[in-house]
């Protein structure tokens, strides 16, 4: 149960992450480079790498996201098991009888000759 807490936990961590990644994006191609200091961010990383930079990191946060959830969907509980202890459940079986024990074997009767 910890572990899928955790695994929640970080699947909501990454999936903020990537929101913020998708809104530093620009659809008209201005994005990161246009938002943080106009032509002194095109002059680090250049507007297309900052684009490719940007569009290769929604891939992999959104591939992230899946594996998590595949990961945390697999090792949940199922809510509709019953847990029962087979040792500790009673058994009671039904008494056994013993075949009935005849007082004389049976010989086929003998035939003339």
Known sequence: MQTFIFLMVVIIAVCAILALVILSQNPKGGGLSSTFGGSGGGQMFGVQRTNEFLDKATWTLA????????????LMENPYATRTNVESVPVELPPVQAPAQDAAPATPPAQGN
């Open 63 to 74: 591939g992230i996201i899946v594996a998590l959830i595949i990961t945390a969907n697999v």
